[in-house]
């Protein structure tokens, strides 16, 4: 009777961003699954390291035939919320992507290993993992995800959605509302202003200026704002990434007027028929935190929610709580929603760049 088959442990080594060969065989790598997403790609890292100086390096499982596993993580370092290893740091996913069960055990291992060694106190790993042990907890009820096919032509994609919110959306087209696309200097200019502004009303702080620029300049092609405009003037933005056919509105808002205006309709829709033009035949409306008000904006286009597993690893069994929404920050989100914007401008991304 022979043994059973057990799949031998890979070699795993940890890759800095800077070993240009390796993180070519990275991206080769990646290109040929269909189990990645925008924020498993060097050029994620390379963004938030150049915009947010958080440093980040791969783990990178191989066996004889080349690399049969992989996860990205970033170094969260933050004077307010402490420091934590993130797969990966400002994504809502982007876990380890493994071949097989030794690999991902593997990874999962070393990731943990070097968590402990270099003194995070939280390991998150968004997606793409299932440990188990002392100091690990699950979560698959915060967070949902909302993505959907996007139908052939542009009838067929507005008849997609609800009747509710398509009467809105044909409001949005009715008017004098105009779209422009690209990744210039008055582009980014436009987002950011927008950006900024519309997160300052959420009572939450903006990411550095660097960190949008960084993206667009290291997603090139896979990376483009696309901003409504109403007689002139910039109302609501979207900076969006493109991945294996799907679109990702990653960074988006809209001013106070933009309600009224049913600017961020016309933004949304635009995007869907802008990334029809480019080939892609997916939609990812992003992640809510479930039973919020963009998690029901979200299912009133149509997307039905989808919940996310992320699993953390922290010294307390705690881990770090760096939700906007969570109750603790209550009397912090409705002081910032009061702040000058040039005030919270200057403050929010000395804050923000520690959240990963």
């Known amino acids: 009777m022979s043994a059973p088959f057990t799949e031998h442990a890979p070699n795993i080594a940890r890759v800095s961003l800077s070993d240009q060969q390796a993180v070519a065989q990275i991206d080769a790598f990646l290109a040929q699954r269909d189990d990645t997403t925008p924020f498993h790609r060097p050029a994620w890292l390379q963004a ?23 996860v990205p993580l970033t170094e969260i370092r933050s004077a307010l919320f402490g420091k934590a290893l993130v797969s990966s740091g ?20 070393q990731a943990l290993s070097q968590a402990k060694a270099g003194g995070f106190a939280t390991l998150e790993l968004r997606g793409g993992t299932d440990p188990a042990g002392q100091g690990w907890s699950i979560d698959d009820s915060t967070y949902c995800g909302f993505s959907a096919h996007l139908a052939d032509d542009e009838d067929a994609r507005l008849k997609a959605v609800p009747r509710k919110q398509r009467a809105e959306i044909r409001k949005a087209l009715a008017s004098d509302l105009v779209v422009e696309v690209g990744s210039a200097r008055c582009d980014r200019e436009w987002h950011y202003r927008i950006y900024s502004e519309s997160v300052r009303n959420l009572g939450t702080p903006v990411f550095p200026r660097k960190l949008f620029s960084a993206m667009l300049d290291r997603f090139g092609d896979d990376a483009d704002i696309l901003t409504v405009l109403h007689r002139g003037e910039p109302v609501a933005s979207v900076l969006s990434l493109y ?16 309600r009224s205006l049913r600017a961020n309709e016309m933004m949304y829709f635009a995007l869907m028929n802008h990334a029809a033009r480019r080939g892609c035949t997916r939609f990812d409306f992003g992640r809510s935190k479930t039973g919020t008000g963009p998690w029901s904006y979200k299912k009133n286009w149509g997307f039905e929610p989808q919940p996310l597993r992320y699993a953390s690893w922290s010294v307390d069994g705690q881990g770090r709580d760096v939700n906007p929404t969570s109750p603790k920050y ?27």
């Open 243 to 258: 991945h294996r056919g799907t679109v990702m509105p990653y960074w988006g808002g809209g001013l106070h007027a933009a």
């Open 330 to 356: 209550r009397m912090m989100v409705e002081t910032w929603q009061k702040l000058p914007l040039p005030v919270a401008n200057l403050i929010g991304p000395w804050i923000a760049k520690g959240l990963g």
């Open 48 to 70: 938030v390291q150049d915009g947010c100086g958080q440093r980040g390096h791969y783990l990178v499982a191989r066996r004889v035939a080349g690399i049969c596993g992989l």
């Open 90 to 109: 400002f994504a809502v996913g982007g876990g380890i992507i493994a071949d097989d069960h030794a690999t991902r055990r593997g990874l999962t291992e």
